[in-house]
C-alpha cells in the first residue's frame, strides 16, 4: 500500500559516519519454525477505541462483545504485519499480525540488485526502513549517499537506498527499524530518528527482513492467506535490458507455485492494472482473485476511476481496493455513507477490498488522508469503528487491511465476519 508515514527505530542506530557500524542485536531466524497461533491475542486497544465512541448502537454492540473469545478472520487483513508499532515487513511484525488474528498477510515485492524478490514497501526505502545507513560499507552502495541537512538553503538530510542497489546477501545483512527519517539530521544517527508520537520503538530493537520465498514459509507456518503486492520498479524496466514487467509478475506467482501454495490462498495486488490482466491471462488460478488496487490520492480522481470500473469488470478483474476515504461520503445530516464510487464498483459486481485503518494517528485531526473524504464526521480514536462498521455493512467490503489488525479482528469477531 501506499502513503508512508515516517516512524524509526532508535535502538542499536548509534553509528555515524565515520564512526564504523554498530551491530545489531540477534534477530531470530527468518527460517526458524514457529508454533502455530491458536491462542489469539488482541490487546486493549480495541476496547480502548470502543470506550472512545459516541452513545448509540454500535458501541453497546462492541461494548458487549469484550469478553467473547478471538478466532482469526481473513476479513483482518496485516498491512505490512502490524506496522503500528512494530517494523514494517519484518518476521516480529508478520508473527504479531497473526497473534492478533489477521487471516491475511502482506508482503510487498520487490527485487534486488540479482533479480531475488524481497518484501519491501518500496524498492527504494531501505534509507528510512533500515539500518543501512549506520553500515558503512552498505552505505556506500545507496544510490544517493546520506547528506546533512544544510541550515542555510534549508536543503533536508537525503538519502536514497534501493534494494536494487545490493545482491540478496547484502539485503540479508540488514536489520529493519519503524519508517522515518528526521529531515533536519547533521548525522546519520540523527537522520534514522523520526517515530511519530503516536507509534513506538517498543519493538523495533530486532527486525528480521524476509525474502519473498521466507514470506510464504513464515505464512505457510501461521496458516494464513498470502496477499503479496508487486511493486512497481524504481529503477528501469526491463531491468538490465531482459528483466521484464511480465518475468517479474510471474517469478512472484512462480515462488508460491514452487511452495506449493492453493491459488485460493493468494490475493496477488498490483496498482498496475497490466499486471492483474497478465496474471489473468498467463496464471488464471491465481488471477482469478488478484486485487487491482486503484491509484486515486484527490476526490478529483474519482470520476476517472468509476468511469474505468466497467472495462475492468469485462476484462476479468473480479476485486478492486481502493483506499478506504474513496469508498465513504457524508449524507445530508453529516453522517458517513457509502460513497458514489463505492456504489459503482457494487453494481459492477466486484468484491471490495480497503485500506488502511489504525494508520491515522489518533483522530484527533480530522484523520488525514485516509478520512479526508469524511473529516468533518471524524471527532476522536472511537470514529475507527464508525468508519470501518460503515465499510463493512453498508459498503460490503470483504476485507480491510490494518496497521494493527488486533482492531479490525476485534470488529470481525463481534459482527461474526
Sequence with gaps: MRHLIPGLSAALL????????????????????????????IGVRPQYLVDQMRDGPLKRQLKSCENIPTS?????IGHRGAAMQFPEHTKESYVAAARMGAGVLECDVTFTKDRELVCRHSQ???????????????AAKCSVPFTPYDPVTGAPANAKCCTSDLTLSDFKRLT?????ANPKAMTVADYL???????????????????H???IDLF????????????EASVAMPYEGDYTQEKYAQQMIDEYKAAGVSPKRVWAQSFNLNDNLYWIANEPAFGAQSVALIPVDLPSQIPAATAKLPLMAAQGVKVVAPPMWALLALDGKGRMVPSDYARAARENGFKIISWTLERSGTLTDGG??????????????????????????DVGIIGMFSDWPATVTYYANCTGR
Excluded at 488522508?369 to 463493512?392: E, I, N, R
Design 72 to 76: 482469526k478472520s481473513q476479513f483482518s
Design 213 to 215: 520465498k521466507e514470506s
Design 368 to 393: 488525514g488522508y485516509y478520512f479526508q473524504s469524511v473529516t468533518p464526521a471524524v471527532k476522536g480514536p472511537g470514529d475507527y469503528f464508525t468508519a470501518l462498521d460503515v465499510l463493512a455493512n
Design 176 to 180: 529493519g527499524k519503524m519508517d522515518g
Design 124 to 138: 527504494c526505502d531501505l534509507h528510512t526502513t533500515t539500518n543501512i545507513l549506520a553500515i558503512p560499507e552498505l
Design 14 to 41: 548509534l553509528a555515524v559516519a565515520g564512526f564504523g557500524s554498530v551491530p545489531a542485536l540477534a534477530a531470530p531466524a527468518a527460517t526458524a519454525k514457529l508454533q502455530p497461533v491458536s491462542n489469539y491475542q
Design 220 to 231: 505457510k507456518q501461521l496458516k494464513v492467506d498470502m496477499t503479496p503486492e508487486l511493486k
Design 193 to 211: 530518528k523520526g517515530t511519530p508520537d503516536w507509534r513506538t520503538d517498543a519493538y523495533a530493537a530486532t527486525g528480521t527482513l524476509l525474502t
